[in-house]
């Protein structure tokens, strides 16, 4: 046999595994309840439609469905997305461009091929997706965590982190954030966050990606403005998928920004995958045509949301005393702070065991925090075995707890 790790790059060196996706290659084949992915309901999914759209866009358009297809996307397909975001409420500026990519953690990790050099400076959020942080760590960037609270980024602490990453000689380039639903805590950003944040990416001169998945799954009546929207000088970077709102499977986001960075993100993806499915793209175009996504889109939100109170019921029963978590006011996830002596990551195992998964909070910190904190989706399971998951993994957080206090009495 040979040995194949002296052939690695160094690069295989900087290369984390993503805990989520580690998390379901262990639970697959296994009887557990995961509440570790982002999966959307399976419910949700409008099968029967796009069965007919899929027959259909090949019977139709076989020739140029199956065919090699512009890298930056098919262009019915860049006009129904820009369409599609306008009616959402996100603004397109004339200079803007649209890339369509392979699910949008291509256009994250695109971008930090196209912006951060080593030793860049990116503003996260603190939590923040896990996945992200893994592509931006890769290329070899430098994190200024800010925390969060119930409204989002505490804006308030932003500037000042910046200027200490500064006086550390760091070249802050970005802010990174989830403001919409964010993953992993299921808050959202204030109207006044959000302008505070823009003013200071101004006059930092900071870019500012706004990593969108979650905006159509608002539950309760909060009202909020996309930062692209706000933007009124060309900054924000607008990243959108169809993962939640029609099917993952397909593997098809999108970035709108201004012209000259999409070049950038053009070149990069030649060398990355050419270009992302011509087929899923024809399809998502019909879905999005035909209504699909819209009737997918609603029906999600009323799934989601009636899992969230159930979620959020069976947290408020069985959790152990000292527990805490933001109730999620939209998206898939919530976070859970277990009282301080959890390790949660030491407790997975165990929870495995029992028959059912999450991940652990570290992940989502660029520090290393968060180690009694936990993410759980909600999207996925049924309400009843949501309901049974959380039990279970409330009885392993105190079975763990009163094992501690025996330890150490
Ligand atoms: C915040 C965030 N960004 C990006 C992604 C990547 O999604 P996809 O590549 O499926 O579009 C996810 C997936 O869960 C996410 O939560």
């Known amino acids: 046999m040979i040995g194949i790790e002296s052939k690695l790059s160094d690069n295989v060196k900087r290369m984390r595994p993503s805990e989520i996706r580690e998390i379901l290659t262990l639970t697959e084949n296994r009887k557990v309840l995961s509440l570790a992915g982002g999966l959307p309901g399976p419910e949700v999914f409008p099968k029967e439609e796009l069965a007919a759209i899929a027959s259909r866009v090949i019977e139709e358009l076989g020739d140029s469905a199956l065919q090699y297809s512009p890298t930056l996307g098919v262009m019915p397909f860049r006009e129904a997305v820009v369409d599609f975001v306008k009616g959402k409420g996100v603004k397109v500026n004339d200079n803007d461009r649209v890339a369509v990519t392979t699910g949008s953690q291509e256009a994250i990790y695109l971008l930090a091929m196209t912006l951060v050099n080593p030793g860049d400076g990116i503003v996260v959020e603190s939590p923040t997706y896990l996945a992200a942080l893994n592509v931006f760590r890769y290329h070899g960037a430098e994190f200024i965590p800010v925390p969060i609270d119930e409204n989002g980024m505490r804006t308030d602490l932003l500037e000042d982190s910046i200027k200490k990453a500064k006086q550390r000689g760091i070249n802050v380039k970005m802010i990174y954030t989830v403001a919409t639903c964010h993953n992993p805590t299921g808050v959202i950003m204030s109207d006044d966050r959000r302008k505070e944040l ?212």
């Open 198 to 409: 823009l003013e200071v990416a101004s006059k930092y001169d900071l870019l500012v990606i706004e990593d969108d998945p979650y905006s159509f799954f608002v539950f309760d009546d909060t009202n909020f403005t996309h930062l692209k929207t706000m933007d009124s000088e060309g900054r924000v970077i607008y990243l959108g998928t169809f993962s939640k709102i029609l099917a993952p499977g397909l593997r098809l986001g999108y970035m709108i920004a201004d012209r000259q960075l999409t070049r950038a993100v053009e070149l990069a993806k030649q060398m990355v995958d050419l270009h992302s499915s011509t087929l899923s793209q024809y399809i998502a175009l019909y879905a999005i045509r035909e209504g699909v996504v819209d009737k997918t889109i609603e029906k999600a939100r009323k799934a989601y949301k009636e899992k969230r109170d159930v979620m959020v019921d069976a947290l408020e029963e069985y959790m152990p005393e000292g527990s805490h978590w933001f109730k999620p006011k939209g998206g898939l996830f919530a976070f859970i702070y277990l009282p301080e002596g959890v390790d949660t990551a030491d407790m997975l195992p165990t929870a495995i065991d029992r028959g059912v998964a999450y991940v652990p909070g570290r992940n989502f910190f660029s520090d290393g925090s968060g180690a009694n904190a936990m993410r759980i989706n909600f999207s996925y399971l049924s309400p009843d075995k949501l309901r049974t998951g959380i039990k279970i993994i409330a009885d392993t957080a105190k079975d763990y707890l009163a094992s501690k206090r025996a330890t150490s009495a």
